[in-house]
């Protein structure tokens, strides 16, 4: 699988995730390490809404910011998780394609538990109805 991963600012934690992912065997696509949030945020975005990657990770001191910057892109749902469950549940149950965290509260142990999770969770077919509820509207309410 190819992954996508951007972040703010380059920490212990940063270099966990890019390690986690190598040996996990996945193709890391470094697009910001470090860079501004908000383009952290958008470059993992885009590459994932492109399909460039089939899954981003990005990160900066909240999460907060890189989550809002990557769900501007078109097609992107970037969750914001604290924990392995929050992130099983954002792929199973919302279809999640980019894992945002926080590295102020997020440890080494906490994002590959996350990440493993985030990338070997499936969607749950019985929530495509309302996952597609929340997709941009394509014209005026029905």
């Known amino acids: ?21 190598a040996e996990l065997g996945h193709d890391v696509i470094v697009l910001a390490n470090p860079d501004t949030w908000p383009d952290a945020g958008r470059r993992v975005g885009e590459a994932v809404a492109s399909g460039q990657a089939d899954l981003g990770v990005v990160c900066c001191w909240t999460g907060t910011g890189v989550s809002i910057a ?3 892109v078109a097609g992107v749902r970037a969750a914001l998780c604290t924990d392995a469950e929050t992130a099983r549940g954002a792929r199973r149950w919302n279809d999640a394609n980019v894992l945002a965290f926080g590295l102020r509260l997020t440890s080494e142990v906490v994002a590959r538990e996350m990440i493993e999770v985030f990338l070997t969770t499936g969607v749950d ?18």
């Open 1 to 21: 699988m190819r992954v996508a991963f951007g972040t703010d600012e380059a920490t212990a934690v940063t270099t966990a995730v890019q390690e986690t992912l």
């Open 70 to 72: 990557a769900n501007k």
């Open 125 to 142: 077919d019985e929530e495509r109805a309302n996952i597609d509820r929340v997709e941009p509207s394509r014209g005026p309410a029905q």
